[in-house]
């Protein structure tokens, strides 16, 4: 068995872990055929398995203000606390997610591009959306459906190219000022465009006053995590049922840890 593979095994055996969270990290919710057309698109019906294993598994599914908040104040967190995100805002997340997680009362975040409301599939710089993203009515509508809301930087571009704070303050203030402008919501919280950041990456989210960061480094936050570091774990078309179960339950943080060690080195020497 390669070593990947034993150590995900061997992990997903751990108890459940107190004072923290996990949370999982969705893009686009559609029915895709026998063959989804990206990684990142999950069918109605997978998507719909998950959320009742959840439910069934007594996870205690919760808004990422929640969790935040718990450990502003410094209450405990009890085991198997679970936060859902949504990255790039698709269309489709009003219209096959939202059904779903209503079913079980469960409160996801969206991290939205609003320079890119109504756009269709198809490839805006850096970014390929495969799903038609949402309309900043639509967005409005996932608010009245209690979802949260974060930024994802104006445009989706990759914020580690950027070389001066100019540009840098424009996709990431301008970002929240957006939400602010368009759908009168106070956006608190990010995520970096395609996982990636650096040094200078979170201190322009820092500075321009959101709370918190969400990476694509899969991990377990706890209130000593690094705000402006949350840990993810990616949910993918290819994960069936029981590699849906090993991500949950932490089965794959060691590939957040390495990754990690290897951003950290790379800061390191670009200083």
């Known amino acids: 068995m390669p070593k990947g593979r034993m150590l995900a095994a061997l992990m997903q055996f751990q108890p459940p872990r107190r004072n923290g969270f996990r949370m999982l990290a969705y893009h686009s919710v559609r029915p895709v055929g026998s063959i989804s ?10 998507f719909s398995r998950q959320m009742e294993w959840l439910a ?55 991290f939205l591009c609003p320079d890119l409301f109504g756009q269709p599939e198809g490839k805006y710089h850096d970014f390929i959306t495969p799903s038609p ?16 809301i974060g930024g994802h930087t104006r445009r989706h571009p990759r914020l580690v190219k950027h070389r001066s704070d100019g540009e840098l303050d424009d996709e990431v203030g301008g970002c929240r000022v957006a939400i602010r402008s368009l759908l009168g919501y106070d956006a608190k919280t990010f995520a970096y465009p395609f996982g990636q950041f650096n040094t200078v990456v979170k201190q322009c989210v820092a500075r321009h006053g959101y709370e918190a960061a ?3 480094l899969s991990g377990f936050n706890t209130a000593k995590t690094d705000r402006f570091e949350l840990r993810r774990l990616v949910i993918r078309a290819e994960d069936d049922l029981r590699a849906f179960h090993r991500k949950v339950q932490g089965a794959y ?18 200083s």
Do not use: M
Request: proline letters at 7%; glycine letters at 4%.
């Open 214 to 216: 969400c990476t694509t």
């Open 37 to 46: 057309p990206s990684p990142y698109v999950i069918d109605p019906q997978q």
């Open 56 to 110: 069934e598994k007594n996870y205690r599914v919760v808004s990422l203000s929640t969790v935040l908040e718990s450990f502003h104040t410094g209450s405990s967190l009890p085991p198997k606390t679970i936060v859902l995100s949504f990255d790039d805002g698709c269309r489709d997340n009003l219209t096959y997610a939202a059904p779903i997680v209503r079913r079980y009362g469960f409160t996801p975040i969206v």
């Open 133 to 148: 993203l949402l309309t900043r009515d639509e967005a409005l509508e996932l608010i009245r459906a209690g979802w949260e």
């Open 253 to 270: 943080d060691w590939r957040g840890y390495f990754k990690r060690r290897s951003s950290a080195k790379e800061n390191a020497a670009a």
